[in-house]
């Protein structure tokens, strides 16, 4: 429970081993052969983010255009490093770029139904959104929270005039 409220899982998904082998240290101490590994996605910490949206922004503009056919063989045949890329990167989550073996265990053993979900989920976590909010939302609050000049005649509080300037600010993308 303390590591769900510190990691804030995203999402979490299993992958199966494509060929599962037994070391000769497994085989010795008689440890079970792995046949699957879980992985979770948090939301991406600052440190990560420039590395998952970095990649993501290499993907073509029309990927969301199309039957899931469509979209996903062009990918696959295309970008399928990228993609392995981006989801390791969000897996690790820190400052590091992604570790070769995770690499090369997603590349050889993740599906592409596993795979084309686990890059929708390293984007969600990416929170662009929040992200985006709160930037307009200080950009609009900018004007309101200028000092009261009594010079100009202007009250404490924001006048109508400055209202109107903010939001147009804002709807400009200014």
């Known amino acids: 429970m303390a590591q769900t409220l510190v990691e804030k899982p995203k999402y979490t998904f299993t992958i199966?081993?494509?060929?599962?082998?037994?070391?000769?240290?497994?085989?010795?101490?008689?440890k079970p052969v792995e046949l699957s590994r879980d992985f979770m996605i948090t939301p991406c910490k600052v440190e990560n983010m420039a590395r998952v949206a970095g990649s993501a922004?290499?993907?073509?503009?029309?990927?969301s255009e199309g039957t899931h056919a469509e979209v996903t063989i062009p990918l696959m045949l295309e970008h399928k490093d990228r993609m392995v890329y981006l989801v390791a990167?969000?897996?690790?989550?820190?400052d590091k770029e992604p570790s070769a073996s995770l690499i090369r265990f997603l590349s050889s053993n993740c599906d592409s139904i596993d795979l084309m979900e686990a890059v929708?989920?390293?984007?969600d976590g990416l929170e662009l959104t929040a992200f985006l909010n709160t930037i307009?939302?200080?950009?609009?609050?900018?004007?309101?929270l200028k000092p009261a000049s009594p010079i100009e005649g202007r009250e404490l509080i924001a006048s109508h005039?400055?209202?109107?300037?903010?939001?147009?600010?804002?709807s400009d993308g200014h």
């Open 16 to 30: 199966q081993i494509a060929k599962p082998k037994r070391s000769f240290w497994q085989w010795l101490l008689r």
């Open 57 to 63: 922004v290499l993907f073509p503009k029309d990927i």
């Open 89 to 94: 990167a969000a897996i690790q989550n820190d």
């Open 120 to 123: 929708s989920q390293s984007l």
């Open 136 to 144: 307009v939302l200080a950009k609009g609050s900018v004007n309101f």
């Open 161 to 170: 005039t400055e209202s109107s300037e903010a939001l147009a600010s804002i």
